[in-house]
């Protein structure tokens, strides 16, 4: 660990304006990105005595290695800056929200000719009318099944829509009256629209207005006599007061927020946030997170930053309620005012219902960080505390902050791959993982681990640590503080020499063997025999059973490429397209070998050469038809 004084810029250095900075570590990669109203002034606080430090904050600064900074025109550029960096590093130490999911919105797409009811994700399209989020899908397609009863909208796909078209009748939602089947005329386009947007008006809050007059109309129709219809009617005034019952109403009728509350410990982070549109619940979500090294006003701020972020394309109401209004908050206004298109407002509610319904919301957030410590035993909690053992056990310098396992698949020594998988703080880094195809594969798996264990660090001898222009860090660019491979001693010494080679001392390696789960070490005779209930065995097995996994998989994905093969492939010249017209005009590779040259030169596309070349490969090789080795079946 660096000493923050190591790197610690001089404070005249350091500009008064605005800007975004970035803490890097010492291969060079981002791990933390902040903003700031006066850079001076935030950059200064990080390198104050260590002990005033939060943990989170202390960690952070000792990790890294150096600071940079980017000066912007006003706090809401900085704001962007900001946002852009954190999708583009996701730096360890900034606050991570592990909720990336698109909640789903009851979408009616008012820019059609004929609109339609549907699910919709991701992106807003426009001329299309949202209501939600909705917490599940299911929730949308009850509500529309529902309202259709009331407002007969089509629902179904253009598909649909012109084969109903073509053959004059309409779907079943037709048949059952839930659908106005404008696909065979039974309504105009014009009395569609109508019907859609009456449906609009309604899930936009004007509720009223329509319960009364499906009443006036029942009474009516009572008066008449005419019971039938106002029993319709009546089942009518059913399904909208039911379509209503399921969203509370808790705030007045023209209030469209978002009301988040957060609960947090040292390690984690519970969030709640409900959507209320038209004065109703429309829908909820929560998440439990990581802390960064970041105050609970800059949690805030990254938070409403990722949910309502560009590449998200979630709705932005016209308030956002919050615990805590972070730092510049008039400029996250502006940055939320730009993406609604109208003004937006970000506010601590201080008294009367918004505040009550904040509290409730805060429950929630405290119940969900209370469910989740007992649930999941703290899983960030075990992960430290896993790191720290094998830093004990290993006799490391540091705790292995990034591990990288290794393992070899073939059958017989036949197509040998080999893989490598990351974990960094003890999660896997899909991102970062590797194949190789074993180009001396003789099945011998201590051949096959040297030369992986070659190939992988030969980049990092050549090259250490490079970031290439754009800032990104290039391929194999960061060193593991721990090597994993799968298998005994005979495997930990061929990845020890393989290091050794290179010239590389500084990264242990062990082995991880299946039979007992004992651990190895290259330069000791018996194996290190950690407790079944060791956090530390759990995370080597999970290590080494992912790279186990990634190996078989590829080496499957090769395995079923061989069975295929055919004996016209690799023949110079030949191609797909000529392999294809050779076997249809000879109908098979033992009708071809049988061939002579003007015969073969009687398909499109074979020439004199190129026919000598195919019969002189098959008469030399003479081999049988290829077969799908997994079915049997003769493939020419």
């Not at 089947?181 to 569609?192: D, K, N």
């Not at 929560?286 to 309502?308: C, F, N, P, R, T």
Request: include cysteine.
């Amino acid at each position: 660990m660096a000493s923050p004084a190591s790197y610690r810029p001089r404070t005249g250095e350091i500009p008064t304006e605005p800007g975004v900075y970035r803490f890097r570590d010492q291969h060079d990669r981002v791990i933390y990105v902040g903003k700031a109203s006066n850079l001076r002034s935030r950059l200064s606080s990080y390198f104050q005595d260590l002990s005033a430090l939060h943990p989170r904050t202390r960690q952070m600064v000792t990790t890294g290695a150096r600071v940079e900074w980017t000066v912007v025109r006003n706090e809401v550029e900085a704001l962007q800056l900001e946002y852009s960096w954190i999708k583009e590093f996701d730096p360890r130490f900034n606050v991570k929200y592990r909720d990336d999911k698109s909640y789903p919105y009851l979408a009616v797409t008012m820019g059609e000719e004929y609109p339609r009811a549907q699910v919709m994700r991701g992106k807003k399209r426009p001329g299309t009318r949202y209501f939600g989020p909705y917490t599940h899908a299911w929730a949308i397609r009850e509500t529309l099944d529902t309202l259709l009863r009331v407002f007969p909208l089509r629902t179904c796909s253009a598909g649909v829509f012109r084969r109903a078209e073509q053959v004059g009748r309409p779907c079943l939602l037709g048949y059952i009256d839930k659908c106005s089947a404008p696909c065979v005329g039974r309504v105009s386009a014009e009395e569609h629209r109508e019907i859609a947007e009456d449906f609009c008006a309604f899930m936009a809050g004007d509720t009223a207005r329509f319960v009364r007059r499906l009443e006036a109309q029942m009474r009516q129709a009572a008066a008449e006599l005419d019971f039938e219809t106002a029993a319709r009617l009546r089942d009518d005034v059913g399904a909208l007061t039911r379509a209503l019952e399921r969203s509370a109403v808790v705030l007045p009728d023209s209030t469209d927020a978002d009301v988040f509350a957060l609960a947090d410990d040292e390690l984690e982070v519970a969030v709640q946030v409900f959507h209320v549109r038209g004065g109703r619940v429309r829908g909820q979500r929560g998440w439990v997170s990581e802390k960064g090294a970041e105050d609970m006003g800059s949690i805030v701020e990254h938070l409403l930053q990722q949910v309502y972020g560009p590449e998200r394309g979630e709705d932005v109401p016209r308030e956002v309620l919050v615990p805590v209004l972070p730092e510049g908050h008039e400029e996250l206004e502006i940055w939320l005012s730009e993406l609604r298109g109208s003004r937006v407002r970000v506010r601590v509610p201080q008294r009367g219902d918004k505040k009550t319904l904040m509290q409730t919301v805060g429950r929630n957030a405290e119940q969900a960080l209370a469910r989740h410590k007992v649930t999941r035993s703290g899983d960030l909690t075990l992960r430290s505390q896993a790191l720290q053992e094998l830093q004990e056990t290993l006799e490391l310098d540091d705790a292995p902050l990034r591990i990288e396992s290794f393992d070899i698949s073939h059958v017989q020594g036949s197509d040998v791959v080999g893989s490598m998988v990351v974990f960094e703080d003890g999660l896997a880094r899909k991102s970062e993982y590797r194949r190789f195809i074993v180009r001396q594969g003789t099945g011998d798996d201590t051949a096959a681990m040297h030369e992986v264990l070659t190939r992988r660090f030969r980049h990092l001898v050549q090259a250490p640590a490079p970031a290439e222009d754009d800032g990104r860090p290039a391929k194999f660019a960061y060193p593991p503080n721990l090597v994993v491979v799968d298998g005994g001693l005979p495997q930990v010494r061929a990845a020890q020499q393989a290091l050794s080679d290179l010239g590389i001392t500084d990264v242990a390696v062990v082995g991880l063997a299946k039979r007992l789960e004992e651990v190895w070490l290259p330069d000791q005779e018996y194996p290190v025999v950690l407790p079944r209930s060791s956090e530390a065995l759990y995370l080597l097995q999970r290590v080494r059973d992912e790279a186990h996994r990634f190996a078989n998989a590829f080496h499957r994905q090769r395995r079923s490429r061989s069975m295929t093969v055919s004996a016209l492939d690799g023949i110079p010249g030949l191609g797909p397209a000529r392999q294809k017209a050779l076997l249809r005009h000879f109908g098979s590779v033992k009708a071809l070998r049988a061939a002579d040259l003007d015969e073969l030169q009687e398909v499109p596309g074979v020439g004199p050469a190129l026919a000598q070349t195919v019969l002189a490969r098959l008469r030399d090789e003479q081999p049988g038809p290829a077969v799908n080795l997994s079915t049997g079946e003769v493939l020419d």
